[in-house]
């Protein structure tokens, strides 16, 4: 063993290496510059994370009040689901018009034009469950400003359908529609009624019953749109009761719904990004300079070994041990 190290000692070899030098220095230089060229031709992507924490949707389920809990793993292969579907992205695709963005709007065949769509939008907004039981949600685009605004609109689409769970924000949105409902009626009433009382000058009698007699007396024509005038002024009352306990119910909820925590917590929250995520520049450089010079260095090695380069004829019997 001690003869075998003696016939190769390390000498040679560097000897061999330092004489081919120029090699080395040639195929590292040429990789570096072949790097630097790609790197500046390379256009800058920028990335913007989301990470959130999803509820456990049967708990959001709860009435009176809802509960706030950490999901399970259904809750996040729901939400997770949701992310990945084709509607999802198809849906910020049609939003943010990528189709022009992505300047694919200009191939001609449909069905080529969607499915380069589709796998763009897919490879730019990418969705998963860390180890942490978090969901993570990275979106990239070449605008920092479309990058910013996508991760916004799907955080927003999240919170969407995790109040869709949520029966006490959906009976807080139910009660405001009829609210709304109620406060139209009231209003298209109100201009009925008005109409009614300029035309006929009517009054529906409460107490002194002389007044709308003389009136209708005085006008017959008035006379037949009374009974219409005191139904409507019977429903326009009826609407105000009930918008005023629709409003009251409302404001009730509203209180209940603003003293429990955000559903969804985010850990990670959308940030505009500064600078790009990709490629980094730098590194690359670096990483191609030491990739030129140990390849070319080990080629220059291992030609060696294998007798393939010309050696001086000392070194060759210095190798052999003679």
């Given at each position: 063993?001690?003869?075998?190290?003696?016939?190769?000692?390390v000498y040679p070899y560097i000897q061999t290496w330092l004489h081919h030098i120029w090699f080395v220095l040639i195929t590292t230089l040429l990789v570096t510059a072949t790097a630097v060229i790609w790197v500046l031709m390379e256009e800058d992507e920028y990335s913007v994370s989301i990470e959130f924490v999803p509820p456990a949707m049967e708990a959001l389920s709860a009435l009176p009040a809802p509960r706030v809990v950490p999901g399970g793993p259904v809750d996040m292969e729901r939400l997770l689901s949701y992310l990945q579907s084709a509607s999802f992205l198809g849906m910020v695709a049609d939003s943010f018009h990528l189709e022009k963005h992505y300047e694919i709007d200009k191939i001609s065949n449909p069905k080529i034009r969607a499915k380069r769509l589709a796998r763009m939008v897919k490879s730019n907004i990418k969705s998963r469950v860390t180890r942490y039981s978090t969901i993570s949600i990275k979106v990239t685009d070449k605008d920092p400003n479309y990058a910013y605004k996508i991760a916004n609109f799907v955080l927003d689409k999240v919170r969407e359908e995790v109040r869709f769970y949520d029966k006490s924000q959906r009976l807080y949105n139910e009660i405001a529609s009829q609210e709304k409902n109620a406060l139209r009626l009231i209003d298209s009433l109100q201009d009925h009624l008005s109409k009614l009382r300029r035309r006929y000058s009517l009054l529906v009698a409460t107490g002194d019953m002389r007044l709308p007699y003389q009136v209708m007396l005085n006008n017959p024509e008035a006379f037949e749109h009374y009974d219409e005038l005191a139904y409507l002024e019977a429903r326009h009352r009826?609407?105000?009761?009930?918008?005023?306990?629709?409003?009251?119910?409302?404001?009730?909820?509203?209180?209940?719904?603003e003293s429990l925590p955000d559903p969804l917590w985010v850990i990670e929250p959308p940030s505009f990004p500064s600078f790009p995520s990709w490629p980094p520049r730098l590194l690359i450089i670096i990483g191609a300079f030491f990739v030129g010079f140990l390849s070319s260095s080990f080629l220059v090695i291992y030609a060696n070994y294998l007798g393939i380069l010309p050696t001086k004829a000392e070194n060759v019997v210095h190798m052999v041990g003679t």
């Open positions: 063993m001690i003869d075998r190290i003696r016939v190769w000692p009826a609407h105000i009761q009930e918008a005023l306990d629709l409003r009251r119910r409302r404001l009730e909820r509203d209180i209940v719904n």
